[in-house]
């Protein structure tokens, strides 16, 4: 069944209530009426029985019945009341004649019996056998009722039309937006949010389009910010999977230089040594400047060898490969310590076997940054390392006591801990670095195990 519309619920409401009003009116009216047509008859019977009597008996006395006759044909008709006399035998020698007062017009018998009281009847019994009878006659002061009844009725059909046509046209002009509003709420639903509003008639309307306009322009603005924040995201995304696969490829390149260092060059760099040495050992005392300069030979090869080992670290460790990670940082934190033997380094770890290359790679450049940061930055005294993990996680921590954190570290060049944030974050953990108690840094990886690439 299809749904009322609001226009025609506010019109039968409207109708409903006027007829509502109409009828109640009526009603007042008619008791109103009633009311006063019976104090009328009831007064009036009253007043003209008693009168009559004892003017009747008056003449009775005086004249008898014929006087009596005259006297009531002189007489003629009393409003509101039927006045007859009669003889002894029941013969009726006087009625009273008919009402000239809207004369051939009778209320509905329905409404004479609504408004009309008992009727009255008043009996004096005169002189010479003859019987005075007057009896309440209601007739005109009802006709008189109901031509009110239905003047008022006229009347209040008459207002209930107008007002109601009044009513019918101010819904109408009212609600006629409405339409105009929903359109534009389903325009708006099926995407077409550069859709407005024309300016619409009366106040409220024109308060609602304007409100709808405002609504649908913040929507546009909206969606277009989200589409924008979705492009932008999409793009991050594809750029931090091509940072993802450019990392890969740097690996990678990294660890076939450290093996071209560690196998090609540094079996060049070991023969050249060991032909210096052996040159020297053949010069002796015969030729002591040969010998002087493959001395000098042997001595650059040795730096040059102690600068690549150094070297190959920071390009990959290798060590990664074949000892795992608890030995390679081990390693690590043994070489700065011969280079800084000042420093106070601590290394603390509890390690499964096998951690997946993405991770254990992960933690190690943690590692390794947070050390040299602290060795050649930070001017530090002691620096503490801490990996522990477990079931679920790896949480990689490094800890100085150096001049602490520069305010613009994050700023674009500073490539280090930038890198660190999103190779962990690649991984799905979380990378945070701030101030330790006041002084030095906290260098801090947690990263899930569940990814193990």
Not at 234 to 249: F, K, T, V
Request: aromatic share 6%; with cysteine; net charge neutral.
């Amino acid at each position: 069944m299809r749904p009322m519309r609001l226009r025609t619920r506010l019109n039968l409401v409207v109708a409903a209530l006027s007829a509502a009003f109409v009828i109640v009116l009526i009603s007042a009216q008619v008791e109103s009426s009633r009311a006063s047509v019976r104090e009328e008859i009831e007064a009036a019977n009253r007043v003209a029985s008693q009168l009559l009597g004892r003017l009747a008996e008056v003449y009775a006395r005086v004249g008898g019945p014929d006087m009596v006759l005259q006297f009531l044909q002189q007489l003629g008709r009393v409003r509101a009341n039927e006045v007859s006399l009669q003889s002894a035998t029941g013969e009726i020698l006087y009625r009273s004649p008919p009402a000239t007062y809207k004369a051939g017009r009778e209320a509905p018998s329905w409404f004479a019996h609504l408004l009309a009281p008992q009727p009255a009847t008043y009996s004096f019994e005169l002189r010479g056998g003859v019987l005075l009878v007057v009896q309440a006659q209601p007739s005109r002061a009802v006709l008189d009722a109901w031509d009110d009844v239905t003047r008022l009725t006229a009347i209040a059909a008459a207002m209930f039309v107008m007002v109601n046509g009044l009513a019918f046209w101010s819904v109408k002009r009212a609600l006629d937006p409405f339409p105009v509003i929903a359109g534009g709420l389903e325009r708006i639903q099926q995407g077409d949010l550069a859709f407005r509003l024309p300016p619409l008639a009366g106040n409220e309307a024109h308060a609602i389009g304007a409100a709808f306009n405002r609504m649908a322009q913040a929507v546009q603005d909206k969606v277009l910010a989200e589409r924008k924040v979705h492009d932008a995201e999409a793009r991050l995304e594809e750029r931090r999977e091509m940072a993802s696969l450019a990392d890969q490829r740097v690996e990678e390149e990294r660890r076939l230089i450290a093996h071209e260092l560690h196998d090609e060059f540094g079996q060049s760099v070991t023969a050249i040594r060991s032909l210096a040495l052996a040159i020297t050992s053949q010069a002796g005392e015969r030729d002591p400047a040969t010998g002087d300069v493959a001395r000098l030979i042997s001595e650059e090869a040795a730096r040059l060898y102690d600068a690549m080992h150094g070297l190959i670290p920071r390009l990959t460790p290798l060590s990664l490969d074949t000892l795992g990670l608890a030995a390679t940082l081990e390693s690590l934190v043994r070489d700065w310590q011969r280079r800084h033997p000042a420093v106070a380094l601590s290394l603390r770890q509890d390690l499964p076997i096998e951690l997946g290359p993405s991770i254990t790679l992960a933690i190690y450049r943690v590692v390794q940054e947070g050390l040299i940061n602290a060795l050649r930055h930070a001017q530090a005294a002691r620096v503490d390392i801490t990996v522990h993990c477990d079931a679920q996680r790896i949480l990689a921590t490094v800890t100085d006591d150096g001049t602490g954190l520069i305010a613009d570290w994050a700023r674009p060049g500073h490539f280090g801990l930038r890198g660190l944030a999103d190779r962990v974050q690649q991984l799905g953990g979380t990378f945070n670095i701030g101030a330790h108690e006041g002084r030095g840094v906290r260098l801090t990886a947690d990263i899930p195990l569940g990814v193990q690439t």
